[in-house]
Nanobody, 120 residues
Framework: QVQLVESGGGLVQTGGSLRLSCSAS????????MAWYRRAPGKLRAMVAT???????KYTDPVKGRFAISRDYAERSLYLQMNSLKAEDTAIYYC??????????????WGQGTQVTVSS
């Protein structure tokens, strides 16, 4: 039922910036944790950044200091501001929301991804 739709990807030069958006069909506040993942060519999908309900953020080392995850409750959106982009950042970026079920399991929702290509 919950849908997440990413946007904002594209082609950018090394050193440039992009802001990815993830629009949710439900309130962002309903998610216990939201995150951005990415899948680079020839590699497995990996976590990029996470944001929990109290505002705690976590980032994978390669993007620390360059990327920032944020949210806008009114817009029902999650964002990933990406600065100082490198060729290594080229990947499909996915938005993920996680909701804890009452039975102890978790429900995860994924967007279809948006392509980010960083050229030299």
């Amino acid at each position: 039922q919950v849908q997440l739709v990413e946007s904002g990807g594209g082609l950018v030069q090394t050193g440039g910036s992009l802001r990815l958006s993830c629009s949710a069909s439900a309130s962002i506040a309903s998610f216990d944790e939201m995150a951005w993942y990415r899948r680079a060519p020839g590699k497995l999908r990996a976590m990029v950044a996470t944001l929990n309900q109290v505002g705690t953020t976590k980032y994978t080392d390669p993007v620390k200091g360059r990327f920032a995850i944020s949210r806008d409750y009114a817009e029902r959106s999650l964002y990933l501001q990406m600065n100082s982009l490198k060729a290594e950042d080229t990947a499909i970026y996915y938005c993920r929301g996680k909701i804890a079920n009452e039975d102890g399991t978790f429900a995860e929702y994924w967007g279809q991804g948006t392509q980010v290509t960083v050229s030299s």
